[in-house]
């Protein structure tokens, strides 16, 4: 019973490269969200996929950062020429329920570090 | 623009006292709440939740309650115990979408 896995769990990049951050929800769940900490901060909502959709992508910065959740496999997170700032925590959660919500099921989260 | 607000960065209570976490929104379509409790280096985990339908609801040593009028909603642990010490972040949504959370608040619960 594997909860949303996560993967890497440390990614370190340097300034320009190209970041790629899996996630696996939940067995069933097939809505997925992206949350990004920073530190000292709360969780800031990123984007909302279902599979092969993104539902609400009102949260992800319009240039460098993309996502997307395929009919197989895992859903990805893409920052590309990662900058400074992009130094954070991602969190992945999913969510089994459609038109209803109770909680989303979080996984261990990618700390990204740009040098 | 932060909808939903924990003004309390950090919290210490004594192990076996009350421990009463507070956290204020803005947003009156909220219809849903939320709180969930982390560890370093850990994802959040869901601890309980509360529908805008209802004013309290109760687990175990948790209880949270909603204060629709006030828009305000609050965590209380009773007893206190030392694994609870985590930073709690309350969150809201709104029409089954998107979690929106506070800040958090760093609980620390003292032997």
């Known amino acids: 019973n594997a909860g949303v896995m996560q993967n890497p769990r440390h990614l370190v990049r340097r300034r320009g490269q190209e970041a790629r951050l899996r996630c696996s929800p939940m067995k069933g769940h097939s809505h997925v969200y992206w949350y990004r900490q920073l530190p000292e901060e709360g969780l800031k909502f990123m984007v909302y996929l279902q599979k092969e959709n993104i539902i609400d992508e009102s949260g992800m910065p319009k240039e460098r950062f993309s996502a997307e959740f395929p009919k197989e496999g895992p859903s990805i997170l893409r920052i590309q020429q990662v900058v400074r700032g992009d130094s954070a925590a991602y969190f992945c959660?999913?969510?089994?329920?459609?038109?209803?919500?109770?909680?989303?099921?979080f996984g261990q989260g990618t700390r990204l570090t740009v040098v | 623009d932060q909808q939903v607000k924990q003004n309390s960065p950090s919290l210490s209570v004594q192990e076996g006292r009350i421990s009463i976490l507070n956290c204020d929104y803005t947003?009156?379509?909220?219809?849903?709440f939320l709180w969930y409790k982390k560890y370093p280096a850990e994802g959040p985990t869901f601890l309980i939740s509360?529908?805008?339908?209802?004013d309290k609801n109760e687990d175990g040593r948790f209880t949270v309650f909603l204060n629709k009028s006030a828009k305000h909603l609050s965590l209380h642990i009773v007893p206190s115990q030392p694994g609870d010490s985590a930073v709690y972040f309350c969150a809201a949504s709104q029409g089954a979408q998107k979690l929106v959370f506070g800040q958090g608040t760093r609980l620390t619960i003292n032997p």
């Open positions: 509360i529908s805008s339908i209802k």
């Open positions: 947003n009156s379509m909220f219809d849903y």
């Open positions: 959660a999913s969510s089994p329920l459609v038109g209803g919500f109770t909680e989303a099921f």
